[in-house]
């Protein structure tokens, strides 16, 4: 499936997918939506909610691995200690990958950016004293995580175009990998992915959405 680079509303790059017509990211801003979506909503509120700042968290949709560079650029600024799993089960290229100017507009290391990409998958590795990262080259439907993780980014190519990534079957092992009070964040606000996950047993809020989109959700497992 052909990939072309797009610039979005903040300046930072995402790929665009001509034959679904779908973007890896908001065409309103890549990195402004992966800062409100998944830090500010998700890490951020989850630290504040449970006074640690240890936690483990699974990407679902590792895909240009904005969401992992800017946890571990939080991770490196308030000393938090992640363990981090990303879930993909089409790695981008390396051609792909160098295209992308997250670092620069973040004025970060864009050698952690690629060792971010290069590390092996289905290993453990050290990106630093704060961020562990381990990444599974397989599809959402063969996760069997049982409470596992205290936060899931959930960030899926949408409803529109896949479906079947929204359906209670995937929802539920969302459920299942989460720990009692784990929280799942996503850009997504469409109303048969909201009874979906209430199905399974999940507390849903929705909450102002990134810019350009008027609501996100957020799930929480109840211990």
């Known amino acids: 499936m052909k990939r072309t680079l797009l610039k979005t509303g903040d300046g930072s790059y995402t790929l665009h997918i001509a034959e679904w017509d779908e973007q890896y ?21 989850w630290v504040a909610k449970n006074e640690s700042t240890e936690i483990a968290i699974m990407e679902i949709g590792f895909g240009t691995g904005l969401n992992a560079f800017l946890t571990f650029l939080e991770a490196e600024k308030s000393n938090f200690i992640i363990n981090y799993t990303g879930v993909e089960a ?96 996503t850009y997504a606000a469409n109303g048969n992915a909201r009874r979906a996950m209430q199905a399974v047993g999940f507390t849903v809020e929705r909450l102002p959405g990134p810019p350009g989109k008027k609501e996100m959700m957020r799930a929480t497992k109840k211990s």
């Open 25 to 45: 990211h908001s065409k309103h801003g890549a990195i402004a939506e992966a800062l409100h979506v998944f830090i500010k909503e998700g890490l951020h509120y």
């Open 90 to 185: 089409y790695p981008l290229g390396l051609d792909e990958i160098q295209s992308l100017n997250y670092a620069s507009l973040l004025n970060a290391s864009e050698e952690i950016f690629l060792q971010l990409h290069n590390s092996t998958w289905e290993e453990n590795h050290s990106i630093s004293e704060n961020l562990r990262l381990t990444k599974n080259q397989q599809l959402f439907s063969e996760i069997n995580a049982e409470n596992s993780f205290n936060l899931i980014y959930f960030d899926a190519f949408g409803i529109r175009v896949q479906p079947e990534l929204w359906t209670e079957e995937i929802f539920q092992k969302m459920y299942n990998s989460l720990k009692p009070n784990g929280v799942l964040v």
